[in-house]
Nanobody, 124 residues
């Protein structure tokens, strides 16, 4: 069992930055692929970024490429999402998720554990 706790969300003006953190419990964090999803009101979950168990093979959605950076620190059981040049359309609840398969997946169904989410609001 893995528990994920996100932090770092908040209200920011367009053009600003936030860094989300996702802290995982347990000793097997380094074996999980990790993803950041977001869900805006009335929209489906969207995979924003993901990284495999080794910290390589990162994925970015086209809408965030060049602005967001995912990283992980397996020694600290934490995955991060650095978000720069934020736009109002980035407003959503952001969730981190862990996949036992060790790699990342586009499909939310492939992720076994989810955090509770953290709200990101970008004002124009």
């Amino acid at each position: 069992q893995v528990q994920l706790v996100e932090s770092g969300g908040g209200l920011v003006q367009a053009g600003g930055s936030l860094r989300l953190s996702c802290a995982a419990s347990g000793r097997t964090f380094s074996s999980y692929g990790m993803g950041w999803f977001r869900q805006a009101p009335g929209k489906e979950h969207e995979l924003v970024s993901a990284v495999n168990r080794y910290g390589g093979s990162a994925y970015y959605a086209g809408s965030v490429k060049g602005r967001f950076t995912i990283s992980r620190d397996n020694a600290k059981n934490t995955v991060y999402l650095q978000m720069n040049s934020l736009k109002p359309e980035d407003t959503a609840v952001y969730y981190c998720a862990a996949a036992r398969i060790g790699s990342w997946s586009y499909s939310a169904a492939q992720y076994d554990y989810w955090g509770q989410g953290t709200q990101v609001t970008v004002s124009s």
